[in-house]
């Protein structure tokens, strides 16, 4: 069974950066995602990154701003945030799709997930 682990998560300040990096136990072979969740809010998709990494697809919100990566070598995906805003601040997980191709925006279509790494945007 795939266990994703998060890190990086922290305090910024508007405008400031922070990069969230998520590390699988096994190669998955599948497209990764990263979610967030805000307190007393639906978790919402952020990006994605197909297995090949040729494929990528982001939130209208995070688009500009937030790129994301992965090394299948490493079994890592990471998420560099710049210009962060307030509404950045969430709970991130990063999750393996069941699809090795597929970007998609669905939580379902996501088969195992992280822990979650806390993200704060405070000045």
């Known amino acids: 069974q795939v266990q994703l682990v998060e890190s990086g998560g922290g305090l910024v300040q508007p405008g400031g950066s922070l990069r969230l990096s998520c590390v699988a136990s096994?190669?998955?072979?599948?497209?990764m995602g990263w979610f967030r969740q805000a307190p007393g809010k639906e978790r919402e998709f952020v990006a994605a990154?197909?297995?090949?990494?040729?494929?990528?697809a982001y939130a209208d919100s995070v688009k500009g701003r937030f790129t994301i990566s992965r090394d299948n070598a490493k079994n890592t995906v990471d998420l560099q945030m710049n210009s962060m805003i307030f509404e950045d601040t969430a709970v991130y997980y990063c999750?393996?799709?069941?699809?090795?191709?597929?970007?998609?925006?669905?939580?379902?279509?996501?088969?195992?997930w992280g822990q979650g790494t806390q993200v704060t945007v405070s000045s």
């Open positions: 990154i197909t297995w090949s990494g040729a494929g990528t």
């Open positions: 999750a393996a799709n069941r699809n090795p191709s597929a970007t998609s925006l669905l939580d379902k279509d996501y088969e195992y």
């Open positions: 096994v190669r998955t072979f599948t497209t």
